[in-house]
């Protein structure tokens, strides 16, 4: 099956690959190994974009660098994943420095280095890459990458969550609930968070269920809590957020009616996401206080 994160990069790269200006690679081409991805023919994604890669297409370096990274139809390389997105972000492509910032502030594939990764992060937000902008904001509430910076955190989770970038609209939501850089405001962390948990964010679905039981910033609603923790724990791909959701469902479930359980159970099946704005590189969200 193939990667959630590389299904959606595909479509975006898709959109930026009809855009590309003339004298770029043949735009028909670098489609159909696109389109090869999104069927999982690997093999054929590989076999069209190493060319074009090879060739200069920064759509196509960046894509072959994804390959690597999570060794689809290439093995395995975060060395050899970050050598390709060199050579985007050389030409501009700020996915390509978004993730090569992510693998600089990990050291994989290169040697760690913070004020890179910061570097990096900042030239493809200051662009207008909803990922590096909440990569940044994030870097500046949790004070590893540089000092700690409310203010700035804000700004950039704020440019982010505008955009739809659900990890920046959860993070930017417990800025808010906790009032830092910004007054408190339980409304703008229910709008938040809803946002957020709308498009698919694990975290934030369970975050939206306990403000949904407790009544903050939106009356109580147990049958909107239990939805919220329902899906939480289903689409949740770590064992913290999974089991707290299923505490907390079974727990508000001892309080509810048949009907209310039922009804809510309903309304998770028939649950969607929002169609979420492709990340590029998916950054953990700010640790616990």
């Given at each position: 099956m193939m990667n959630l994160r590389l299904k959606l990069l595909v479509a975006i790269l898709t959109a930026l690959a009809a855009l590309a200006p003339a004298g770029a690679a043949d735009v028909s081409e670098v489609g159909r190994g696109l389109n090869a991805i999104t069927t999982?023919?690997?093999?054929?994604a590989?076999?069209?974009l190493m060319p074009?890669?090879?060739n200069g297409d920064p759509v196509a370096q960046f894509t072959v660098g994804q390959l690597f990274e999570q060794g689809s139809g290439l093995p395995k390389s975060a060395r050899e994943a970050a050598r390709w997105f060199k050579l985007a972000a050389a030409s501009g492509q700020t996915d390509a420095m978004?993730?090569?910032?992510?693998?600089?502030?990990?050291?994989?594939?290169?040697?760690?280095?913070?004020?890179?990764?910061i570097r990096l992060y900042t030239a493809a937000a200051e662009a207008g890459n909803q990922v590096a902008q909440s990569n940044l904001g994030t870097s500046y509430v949790e004070g590893k990458l540089v000092p700690p910076d409310y203010a700035l955190a804000?700004?950039?989770?704020?440019?982010?969550?505008?955009?739809?970038?659900?990890?920046?609209?959860?993070?930017?939501?417990?800025?808010?609930?906790?009032?830092?850089?910004v007054e408190r405001d339980p409304k703008e962390v229910f709008r938040l968070l809803r946002e957020a948990a709308g498009r698919g964010l694990p975290q934030a679905q369970l975050a939206l269920g306990i403000v949904y039981a407790a009544g903050r910033g939106t009356p109580a609603d147990a049958v909107e809590a239990h939805k919220w923790f329902n899906l939480a724990a289903g689409n949740a791909d770590d064992d913290t957020t999974r089991e707290s959701a299923q505490v907390q469902r079974d727990t508000l479930a001892k309080s509810m009616t048949l009907e209310q359980v039922s009804a809510a159970q309903a309304r998770a099946r028939e649950w969607k996401p929002q169609e979420p704005a492709p990340p590029a590189a998916p950054k953990a969200g700010i640790a616990p206080q």
């Open positions: 999982g023919d690997y093999a054929t590989v076999t069209v074009l890669a090879e978004t993730n090569l910032g992510l693998l600089y502030e990990q050291g994989r594939g290169v040697p760690q280095d913070y004020k890179e990764a804000v700004k950039w989770l704020g440019k982010a969550a505008a955009q739809g970038e659900p990890q920046a609209q959860y993070n930017l939501a417990r800025m808010y609930a906790g009032g830092l850089g």
